[in-house]
Nanobody, 124 residues
Framework: QVQLAESGGGSVQAGGSHRLSCATSGSTYSSYCIGWFRQAPGKEREGVAATYGGATYYADSVKGRFTITQDNAKNTLHLQMNSLKPEDTAMYYC???????????????????WGQGTQVTVSS
């Protein structure tokens, strides 16, 4: 099992940058595909980025702007968000699944563990 706790949400102006963090617990951190999802009002939850075994994956909507990284020493996942747009406004969730791969990383039903979410609001 793993527990996840997001932090770093807040309000940002369009064009600005922000970083989210996800603290993880458990000794099986390296065996999990872990990533970020987001859900905007009136929209379904969508995959933003994920990482496993050194590989990273990004949604086309954030590619080139967002970067997902892992700080293994601190068991913390980060999402660096640059060039933010109002459309990035959403509740952001950290999610993990026990897996040997990160196939279909963007499908939320593949993930077993979820954090409570942290709100990111981008103003125009």
């Amino acid at each position: 099992q793993v527990q996840l706790a997001e932090s770093g949400g807040g309000s940002v102006q369009a064009g600005g940058s922000h970083r989210l963090s996800c603290a993880t617990s458990g000794s099986t951190y390296s065996s999990y595909c872990i990533g970020w999802f987001r859900q905007a009002p009136g929209k379904e939850r969508e995959g933003v980025a994920a990482t496993y075994g050194g590989a990273t994956y990004y949604a086309d909507s954030v590619k080139g702007r967002f970067t997902i990284t892992q700080d293994n020493a601190k068991n913390t996942l980060h999402l660096q968000m640059n060039s933010l747009k109002p459309e990035d406004t959403a509740m952001y969730y950290c999610a993990a699944r026990r897996s040997f791969t990160c196939v279909r990383w963007y499908q939320e039903r593949e993930y077993n563990f979820w954090g409570q979410g942290t709100q990111v609001t981008v103003s125009s």
